[in-house]
T-cell receptor, first 112, second 114 residues
Framework: SQQGEEDPQALSIQEGENATMNCSYK?????LQWYRQNSGRGLVHLIL?????REKHSGRLRVTLDTSKKSSSLLITASRAADTASYFC????????????FGKGTLLTVNP | NAGVTQTPKFQVLKTGQSMTLQCAQD?????MSWYRQDPGMGLRLIHY???????DQGEVPNGYNVSRSTTEDFPLRLLSAAPSQTSVYFC?????????????FGSGTQLSVL
């Protein structure tokens, strides 16, 4: 099963700025999910976007999906110090009902 | 509502020892899974289950056994621990009904094999 690849590996911004993370993949997907992991904690689901959707919003989060380019982006607007965490994209490949594969993550640091 | 509970939080083993990592969920989820997280590798799926009595292998199943006798519990067994199994282990569950595929994660077990 394929793994998404996040870019950049690390991102450091100031509070109030926007943060954009990208995820690229290689084969067809059923859906793509984004998760956040605070240091030393379990992952927390942020948002799911299906292959027939192009954009979804949740609070300060905006996710886009371009299936022709096989890529997704996660935008966090007006970032806060509490947004400091690792962010992972997770793919459910087409034809795979139960396997969700995770990328290696982007480490976001928001400086106060 | 406790969600997904993993025990222990930390464990140190010697090579060759066996142990069981416990995972319990109270959300009546059909699907449960185990991942390991290693630096620079992301999360990799070890085993998963879609209901009591039904388990299947993920990406990295070697060295691990699972069983699912109840909906609530999904223990992960290391029969003969090896240093390569030093990792952080996460259990995750979700409902298999409807279109909500959101995974709920436990807080992890940090395992060191010496």
């Amino acid at each position: 099963s394929q793994q998404g690849e996040e870019d950049p590996q690390a991102l450091s911004i100031q509070e109030g700025e926007n943060a954009t993370m990208n995820c690229s993949y290689k084969t067809s997907i059923n859906n793509l999910q984004w998760y956040r992991q605070n240091s030393g904690r379990g992952l927390v689901h942020l948002i799911l976007i299906r292959s027939n959707e192009r954009e979804k919003h949740s609070g300060r989060l905006r996710v886009t999906l371009d299936t022709s380019k096989k890529s997704s982006s996660l935008l966090i607007t007006a970032s806060r110090a509490a947004d400091t965490a690792s962010y992972f994209c997770a793919l459910k490949s087409r034809g795979s009902n139960y396997k969700l594969t995770f990328g290696k993550g982007t480490l976001l640091t928001v400086n106060p | 509502n406790a969600g997904v509970t993993q025990t222990p939080k930390f464990q140190v083993l010697k090579t060759g020892q066996s142990m069981t990592l416990q995972c319990a969920q109270d959300m009546n989820h059909e699907y449960m899974s185990w991942y390991r997280q290693d630096p620079g590798m992301g999360l990799r799926l070890i085993h998963y289950s879609v209901g009591a009595g039904i388990t299947d292998q993920g990406e990295v199943p070697n060295g691990y056994n699972v069983s699912r006798s109840t909906t609530e519990d999904f223990p992960l067994r290391l029969l003969s621990a090896a240093p390569s199994q030093t990792s952080v282990y996460f259990c995750a569950s979700r409902t298999d009904r409807g279109s909500n595929e959101k995974l709920f994660f436990g807080s992890g077990t940090q395992l060191s094999v010496l």
